[in-house]
């Protein structure tokens, strides 16, 4: 009976630490703003019903804070964060999950400048 508890308790806790790993809230920079972005045929997304060119080097991730490709992105109106480089083309865009949909841009940028 004892032989079974340490792996099981060695299991338990480590179950326990992976948990508030997937607990965080995504800094956004002060200059992001909220879209529904539509994938289209890369260098371009539909944005705020608007069609938008990305920058050579911009980045999007998905709900998990994963890097995604713009050629795998599916779906229609996506709601989005997103920021413009100096010269107006799309950088940087975040899917949003539900919870941060949920919340105001307001509440989620960080205070600190990029």
């Known amino acids: 009976m004892r032989m079974w508890r340490r792996p099981f308790l060695i299991v ?6 992976v948990l508030p790993a997937h607990a965080f809230d995504r800094p956004f920079p002060q200059d992001a703003q909220r ?6 045929p890369y260098p371009e ?16 991730w998905n709900q998990d804070n994963q890097i995604e490709m713009p050629a795998s ?3 229609n109106d996506l709601l989005v964060n997103y920021t413009e480089n100096a010269e107006g083309e799309i950088d940087r865009v975040w899917i949003l999950s539900e919870e ?14 990029r």
Do not use: D, W, Y
């Open 12 to 17: 338990f806790l480590s179950v326990l630490a």
């Open 35 to 40: 879209g529904t972005m539509t994938p289209a």
């Open 45 to 60: 997304i539909v944005l705020n019903g608007k069609l938008r060119h990305l920058a050579s080097g911009a980045r999007i």
């Open 73 to 75: 992105l599916r779906g």
């Open 100 to 113: 941060e949909a949920s919340q105001p841009l307001a509440k989620q940028v960080n205070s600190q400048p």
